[in-house]
């Protein structure tokens, strides 16, 4: 057993002897490649440090704009302009989101920018912005118009006036109420109202109802007529134009739905409101609106003068009841107890119910051709003929304490 080992040790010592030399060759030849690699390391391709040189620009741009970014979003946080005393009207309309009331905002000139106004609602968690006119200045902060904005606004302009036009009014009337109630002077008024450069401008925009209108010969205003009676509000930024242009645009949506039957009735739309001015003047209701149109349309048909004290009083410019027999001697276009037709154009500014009635009139079919009214309790008398015509007024002269 022992001489085996002996014997087999020194082979063992032989192979190890035999493996060394190759093994040293190998290291050489890995540190060999280890330091080639090494040094292509140290100096790479061309079409590498582009791609390097071209990353490093990028991040430095990314970087750049992300610091221009952040300094937008810092300067828009602050008020545009912190020693403005401006006050702007802004409208934020019903149903608005946040981010159209910041794009108002910004249109207005009240902040910088309508998306950081956007961000910065959502980031603070605001909410409940209420529609209506609001009062901002571009020295506000956003906590501010953000506050401002939940306590809600105004439900008509900021400033505004309130010119009322009534039912059946003149211009002339109309122009002493927006001289009281606006900045605007009554005579400017009058005289936009025959500014032809103006009238081509309404008429292009709304020629259904202007056409017959703007160059109408012998009028005393070119839009009597045209000035729907309504409550109009007037912003301190309005113009006067503006002002007007409202009242001709209520008009036309009023008569919108009876352009045809004006047509298919073979008028005008001025023989239309003409006509209704006078019937809007003499009635008072609207069953007694609807009579008197048929009784002044009977009198047309038969060619005969309205003979109307409506009339009479517009020709001498004044607002009276009573007519005496020298003002009906008025020389007047408008005059209609000496003129025929309607004369050249509507005498107040009458409401829907008077075209409605002129165009729908009662009882036409009865040929009532006269009319007289008890001014105390209100009562219209219709009769066909001038003789019981004679008699009604005589019974109303009587009742109301004077005779003819």
């Not at 704009?65 to 702007?88: A, H, M, W």
């Not at 000139?109 to 910065?120: D, E, L, M, P, W």
């Not at 008398?381 to 004077?402: C, L, R």
Request: aromatic share 10%.
């Amino acid at each position: 057993m022992t001489q085996n080992n002996q014997q087999h040790q020194p082979e063992s010592n032989s192979k190890a002897e035999k493996k060394q030399p190759s093994t040293t060759p190998s290291r050489v030849e890995t540190a060999k490649t280890k330091s080639t690699s090494h040094v292509a390391k140290e100096a790479p391709s061309p079409a590498k440090r582009i791609i390097h040189w071209t990353i490093g620009v990028l991040v430095v741009v990314i970087l750049f704009f992300c610091f221009l970014g952040y300094r937008y979003v810092q300067r828009s946080l602050k008020p545009l302009d912190p020693t403005s005393n401006e006050s702007i009207e802004v409208k934020v309309p019903i149903g608005s989101t946040d981010k159209q009331i910041g794009d108002i905002l910004q249109k207005k000139g009240v902040i910088r920018s309508g998306f950081v106004f956007n961000y910065y609602v959502k980031s603070k968690q605001l909410a409940a912005f209420k529609a209506g006119y609001y009062d901002f200045k571009p020295s506000m902060t956003l906590a501010q118009i953000a506050t401002e904005l939940q306590k809600g606004g105004s439900s008509t302009p900021i400033g505004s006036g309130k010119v009322l036009v009534r039912e059946g009014v003149t211009a002339d009337q109309i122009g002493d109420v927006i001289q009281k109630n606006t900045k605007f002077k009554k005579q400017d008024f009058l005289n936009l109202l025959n500014d032809q450069q103006f009238l081509n401008e309404l008429k292009k925009k709304y020629p259904d109802l202007l056409s017959s209108a703007v160059g109408a010969k012998d009028v005393k205003y070119q839009l009597e007529g045209y000035l729907y009676p309504a409550t109009y509000s007037v912003s301190k930024n309005e113009t006067l134009k503006q002002l007007v242009e409202q009242m001709v645009a209520k008009e036309n949506q009023e008569m919108q739905p009876y352009y045809q039957k004006i047509k298919d009735d073979h008028m005008s739309v001025q023989q239309a409101l003409t006509l209704a001015s006078l019937v809007q003047g003499e009635g008072t209701n609207q069953d007694s609106l609807e009579m008197i149109a048929g009784v002044f349309e009977n009198r047309l048909q038969k060619n005969m003068k309205l003979q109307t004290d409506v009339s009479v009083s517009y020709a001498l410019g004044k607002h009276q009841q009573n007519i005496s027999y020298d003002d009906l001697k008025v020389n007047s276009p408008y005059n209609l107890y000496q003129n025929n037709g309607l004369g050249p154009g509507p005498v107040n500014n009458p409401p829907i119910n008077a075209v409605k009635a002129v165009l729908y009139p009662k009882d036409r079919d009865k040929g009532y051709l006269y009319f007289v009214a008890n001014m105390k309790t209100g009562k219209i008398y219709y009769t066909k003929s001038y003789q019981q015509h004679q008699e009604n007024v005589s019974k109303v002269q009587k009742a109301n304490g004077y005779e003819k």
